[in-house]
């Protein structure tokens, strides 16, 4: 069994960790009785063992029980280096879904809510010297509709879009050893046009009158910048130019310093604390220049048009559900998406492990970064998806690879924002939320249909039809030649913007279609279109395409999708990622977007 055992936060490594995922003691809580009997009390054994961080639905886990648990508890023992003891310990967890109250020792460190970011305690003061132990008590309501549960189905059964739920830890537990004043986080801001890098640092247990950070910048292997900042507050900011004496403005836009899918240029940051002098702290990081606007109704990649070519992508695993069986699994995910030939993805209803993001920014692949959506409305679940986008733009800020932000999808959560003013104000306030968190990037203000205010026109149609339905291909072509079809269209009878809003000049981008069904030999299962073979599935594809690169008002689109999931067989890939036909047929019809003028 592979534990998930690389480094789980790559945009701030520290070399004094400990991974703790592997076998833990686990034990369903139905009756939600634990906290009362005191479970968190080290001399309680659990009767079953899982292993995390995959959750007990999943095969991996160990367990394989997709029926409704909604309390569950975790507990291991671990062990530390004497040297751990002298300084700050924190634990730290990836992702649990949804609710987790945690113990060490017996002792309460500290609760989280929501499914899909991360979070952290000081567990210092709970520690022995001798063998430690941790206990993590989760609540998941399995059938509550107001929490962000993106396609998790609230039916015990997988159906149609809704797959199998997730519950408990889903990402990688660990442990860091840190000083008592260390670098709690870094955040970089490129300036493209301007050839500089803002960079801020927190610290944490700041008080030092004499705190000074080393930074160090290199370029594939080449030292660009050293620079050494006092730090006279919790949180400095400093912007430094990277063209200096050494990279000349031509030269870094000609040569390739800057960031793309095609040339996925990275620059090392390693950064040391000094506390009175002597150094306290140390960790390596990395960044990308890039910036991404719209301009003439167009998406621009550092200043110059970009076609994007993306690709609807769950995250979803046969063996793992939303948890990669290990990191080369996201690696690969992303090396087969190239080699069919799109330039990036639509992360869909998921926020994706840290470690799908580092191998998004290596290789280079852009990413459209989506948070699953609650299925109704009310203020509980405008709180909910708020705090997770808060916790989502400060965990993936840095990665150069996002280039968009989807807060909500086809109107899930929102299902009157057509006429229904509240439902647009949380519209509104998403987009306006995200763009004061992070002014960098794009955001989509509802991507399908029934849009507010937007920086992308992000329409759904899957309206194409089979190739035996020629009057359903006719329409989809001339919905897509102009501007005012495209505008005018019902796609799944909706409006595309809201009522009161409309097209203000934004690139208008197909964001789901195709969906072609295949899987050989399958009975079951099911896709918006069908083919009947490997070869009808190209012949499918390309089709479809064809009225996509006929279109001169389409700047990017988002294939549906990348692999089967569960039920649905619409992917490009099966669930196993078995290729379903040959992907240079594939990488071939996509690159022939070259043929239009853009």
Avoid at 299 to 319: A, F, R, S
Wanted: contains cysteine.
């Amino acid at each position: 069994m592979t534990h998930r055992m690389e480094y789980p936060r790559p945009q701030l490594v520290r070399d004094a960790w400990l991974n703790l995922n592997g076998a833990w003691q686990f034990e369903f809580d139905d009756k939600n009785v634990g906290a009362a009997q005191r479970w968190f009390d080290p001399s309680e054994n659990f009767s079953q063992t899982i292993q995390v961080p995959f959750a007990f639905q999943t095969p991996a886990s160990g367990i394989h029980d997709t029926s409704f648990h909604d309390y569950v508890w975790y507990k291991r023992n671990f062990t530390l280096e004497p040297g751990w003891y002298k300084q700050r310990v924190v634990l730290h967890f990836g992702a649990v879904d949804y609710r987790a109250w945690v113990y060490v020792n017996g002792h309460y460190i500290g609760m989280h809510e929501g499914g899909h970011t991360p979070f952290s305690f000081d567990i210092t003061h709970a520690l022995t010297g001798q063998e430690e132990q941790v206990t993590v008590h989760v609540e998941d309501p399995s059938q509550d509709e107001t929490i962000p549960r993106g396609k998790q189905f609230w039916v015990e059964k997988p159906d149609s879009i809704w797959y199998t739920r997730t519950t408990g830890i889903w990402q990688t537990v660990w442990l860091e050893a840190v000083n008592p004043v260390y670098i709690h986080q870094v955040k970089f801001e490129p300036d493209v046009d301007r050839g500089s890098i803002g960079i801020e640092v927190e610290s944490e247990g700041y008080g030092s009158e004499e705190l000074d950070v080393d930074i160090r910048i290199s370029f594939q292997g080449v030292p660009v910048i050293q620079d050494r900042v006092r730090l006279l507050q919790p949180i400095t900011r400093r912007t430094v130019d990277l063209f200096g004496l050494k990279i000349f403005r031509t030269n870094f836009h000609n040569a390739g310093w800057t960031w793309t899918p095609e040339t996925p240029n990275l620059f090392d940051v390693e950064m040391k604390l000094y506390d009175h002098g002597v150094e306290v702290d140390g960790i390596q990081s990395y960044f990308g220049m890039r910036k991404v606007h719209t301009e003439n109704g167009m998406v621009y990649l550092n200043n110059k048009p970009y076609y994007q070519k993306l690709v609807l992508d769950q995250g979803y695993w046969q063996e793992g559900l939303l948890t990669a069986p290990t990191d080369e699994h996201l690696k690969q995910d992303i090396e087969l998406a190239k080699e069919l030939g799109f330039n990036g993805c639509r992360k869909h209803q998921k926020v994706e492990d840290p470690r799908f993001l580092y191998w998004a920014d290596r290789i280079g692949f852009l990413v459209w970064g989506e948070c699953a959506a609650s299925p109704s409305y009310n203020s509980d679940a405008v709180a909910r998806l708020t705090k997770e986008w808060i916790e989502i733009i400060d965990r993936d800020f840095n990665h150069p690879s996002i280039v968009a932000w989807v807060p909500l999808n086809e109107s899930w959560g929102i299902p009157m924002v057509k006429s229904n003013k509240q439902q647009q104000y949380h519209s509104l306030a998403m987009y306006s939320l995200i763009h004061s968190l992070d002014d960098t990037r794009l955001v989509i203000s509802n991507d399908g249909w029934e849009m507010t205010q937007t920086d992308i026109c992000a329409v759904h149609n899957y309206q194409h039809g089979r190739a035996d339905e020629p009057d359903k291909y006719e329409e989809f072509k001339r919905i897509l030649s102009t501007k005012e079809t495209m505008l005018a269209s019902k796609p799944s009878a909706r409006s595309v913007y809201a009522d009161g809003y409309e097209h203000r000049g934004e690139p208008i981008l197909l964001t789901e279609f195709g969906g072609i069904s295949y899987k050989a030999g399958a009975d079951d299962g099911w896709g918006y279109t069908s083919a009947q073979s490997s070869e009808d599935l190209v012949l499918e594809y390309a089709r479809i395409m064809k009225a996509i690169y006929a279109s001169k008002i389409i700047y990017g689109y988002c294939y549906t999708q990348l692999t089967d999931v569960e039920q649905e067989i619409n992917g490009l890939l099966a669930y196993d990622r078995t290729p379903k036909c040959d992907t240079a047929l594939i990488k071939e019809i996509n690159n022939q977007w070259h043929l239009r003028t853009i």
